[in-house]
T-cell receptor, first 112, second 114 residues
Framework: SQQGEEDPQALSIQEGENATMNCSYK?????LQWYRQNSGRGLVHLIL?????REKHSGRLRVTLDTSKKSSSLLITASRAADTASYFC????????????FGKGMKLTVNP | GAVVSQHPSWVICKSGTSVKIECRSL??????MFWYRQFPKQSLMLMAT?????????EQGVEKDKFLINHASLTLSTLTVTSAHPEDSSFYIC??????????FGSGTQLSVL
């Protein structure tokens, strides 16, 4: 089955609220990354968390990683309409592979 | 910051024609580039890994004769969809790996085959 599955698949919130997206994976990883994609555009790297890290912050973003549960969460605080996009988690394929395995993605809509 | 330029951003072609998509790293050298395919509302699926000066490594199920990849220099990789058919219509995205192992993505190419 596919590694890196986000939950929920779609989320609609009001501006100012926090948005939490979860991602689960199935194999051992070296790191997990979160990306953002605006409709019809390429991906923008948001944050990378290594397997030996439990939490990481970047601006309004907070990422956690629980390797025992093979899960990660991305929290966007004080959301803005401009945060509307699809968000993907991605894990390295392991075994020294350069490849990234992307999750299904989660569509976030922030209503003004 | 590092920029990856992907061109064209949008192409419509007739069935049976070939389409070439370029992916350039503008201010860094990328020994490895990746090509992805994305269907509407779905995730990115890796098609192939492209290494400069060597043959691309294709993922299972991806036809190498259908999707020709050339990585002739450290800043340019091309994907050619040969004899395109409507089922090849998709969003194609490239990414380039910098020396510090960060991935930078192109803006994608929407291919529509009539």
């Amino acid at each position: 089955s596919q590694q890196g599955e986000e939950d929920p698949q779609a989320l609609s919130i009001q501006e100012g609220e926090n948005a939490t997206m979860n991602c689960s994976y199935k194999t051992s990883i070296n790191n997990l990354q979160w990306y953002r994609q605006n409709s019809g555009r390429g991906l923008v790297h948001l944050i990378l968390i290594r397997s030996n890290e439990r939490e990481k912050h970047s601006g309004r973003l907070r990422v956690t990683l629980d390797t025992s549960k093979k899960s990660s969460s991305l929290l966007i605080t004080a959301s803005r309409a401009a945060d509307t996009a699809s968000y993907f988690c991605a894990t390295d394929a392991g075994g020294g592979s350069e490849k990234l395995v992307f999750g299904k993605g989660m569509k976030l809509t922030v209503n003004p | 910051g590092a920029v990856v330029s992907q061109h064209p951003s949008w192409v419509i072609c007739k069935s049976g024609t070939s389409v070439k998509i370029e992916c350039r790293s503008l201010d860094f050298q990328a020994t490895t580039m990746f090509w992805y395919r994305q269907f509407p509302k779905q995730s990115l699926m890796l098609m192939a890994t492209s290494n400069e000066g060597s043959k691309a490594t294709y993922e299972q199920g991806v036809e190498k004769d259908k999707f020709l990849i050339n990585h002739a220099s450290l800043t340019l990789s091309t994907l050619t969809v040969t004899s395109a058919h409507p089922e090849d219509s998709s969003f194609y995205i490239c990414s380039a790996r910098s020396v510090n192992e960060k991935l930078f993505f192109g803006s994608g190419t929407q291919l529509s085959v009539l």
